[in-house]
């Protein structure tokens, strides 16, 4: 999130050091920026969905809840599909860069928060 935010907006003003007066060199190195950035995103993604479904239920508190751990997951994963229209929304009122800042934000605070408070049963 943050490369394609820093990487390819703000007219390029982080790829060059604030230096945006070479418009083909800028839009080559904003392309490249976007690419890397959609390959990760689409790479870790694609390895992230199919374990999801798989680790919420090896971590489900006991047999008897599998089907509703897998709920609550499936719950907070389409959650964040809808998600999109608003984060659509911030991106018109202010700009795509901002909204792409904010969605690694709370991403970030999201797996910290996990990484805490997650806890291995015995």
Do not use: Q
């Not at 820093?6 to 007219?11: I, K, N, V």
């Not at 890397?36 to 680790?55: H, K």
């Amino acid at each position: 999130m943050y490369l394609a935010a820093f990487g390819a907006g703000y007219d390029g003003r982080y790829v060059l050091g604030g230096d945006a007066s070479d418009g083909d060199k800028t839009d080559g190195l904003k392309f490249t920026n976007l690419l890397i950035a959609g390959v990760a995103l689409g790479s870790f993604t694609g390895l992230m969905y199919p374990v999801l479904g798989a680790a919420a239920a090896d971590h489900a508190p006991s047999k008897k809840e599998i089907a509703l751990t897998l709920g609550v997951t499936r719950f907070w994963r389409d959650l964040g599909y809808a998600m999109g229209m608003p984060i659509s929304l911030l991106a018109d009122f202010t700009s795509p860069e901002a909204a792409l800042i904010c969605v690694g934000g709370a991403m970030t605070v999201a797996g910290g928060v996990f990484a805490n408070s997650y806890r291995e049963a015995p």
